[in-house]
C-alpha cells in the first residue's frame, strides 16, 4: 500500500504552480504509489512525518487502495499534532517559531522578524498569547480563517491546561 499524489498534487507539481516549499515538492516527487507514508518520510529526517501528515490532511497525498486500511502514519492524521510529550509555554513557544518560518519568512521577511522578536522578548503566558493572537490574525489575513483555525486547534494541544481554556 503506497502513497500517491491526489489531482491537487499534481496540479502543485506543474510549471508556473508553486504554493508549497521545496521540501513539500520534493516530497510530493517522492510520492508514487509503491512507498510506503513511512518510508516517504524516512527521506526528510525527523520532520518526514509531520510533512506527510501536513500533506494529507491538505489534500496532496493520500494512500493507494483506498478499500483497504491506511498505515499506522496516515491512521493517526486526525491527530496531526498530537503532543504525547507534556504541554509547555516552551514546546507552544517552538511552534509559534515554526509557523513563524512556514507562514512569513518567504513571504513577509520583516513581518516574519518581528513575529520572531516578539516570541524571544515574550517571557510569561500572556505576552506569548498576545503574540500567538496576533500570527492567528496575520495567518487568518493571509491564508484564510480555516488555516488559523487548524493552527489555533495545534497550538491548543501543545499549551498547559489552564492556558488553553
Given at each position: ?12 507539481l506543474q510549471p508556473g504552480c508553486r504554493s508549497l516549499g521545496l521540501r513539500q515538492r520534493s516530497l510530493l516527487l517522492l510520492a508514487d504509489g ?132
Amino acid at each position: 500500500m503506497g502513497l500517491q499524489k491526489t489531482d491537487k498534487a499534481r496540479a502543485e507539481l506543474q510549471p508556473g504552480c508553486r504554493s508549497l516549499g521545496l521540501r513539500q515538492r520534493s516530497l510530493l516527487l517522492l510520492a508514487d504509489g509503491h512507498k510506503s507514508a513511512r518510508e516517504v518520510a524516512a527521506y526528510f529526517g525527523h520532520e518526514g512525518e509531520q510533512l506527510v501528515l501536513q500533506l494529507v490532511s491538505d489534500g496532496y497525498l493520500s494512500e493507494a487502495g483506498a478499500a483497504s486500511l491506511p498505515s499506522p502514519l496516515i491512521a493517526r492524521q486526525g491527530a496531526v499534532d498530537a503532543f504525547d510529550g507534556k504541554r509547555s509555554l516552551a514546546t507552544a513557544r517552538m511552534f509559534l517559531f515554526d509557523i513563524c518560518e512556514r507562514m512569513f519568512a518567504r513571504r513577509a521577511p520583516v513581518l516574519a522578524e518581528s513575529f520572531r522578536e516578539s516570541l524571544r522578548q515574550a517571557r510569561d503566558r500572556a505576552s506569548m498569547l498576545a503574540v500567538s493572537q496576533e500570527m492567528l490574525e496575520e495567518i487568518a489575513n493571509s491564508a484564510g480563517a480555516e488555516r488559523a483555525d487548524t493552527i489555533r486547534e495545534r497550538l491548543a494541544l501543545l499549551l498547559p491546561e489552564e492556558v488553553a481554556a
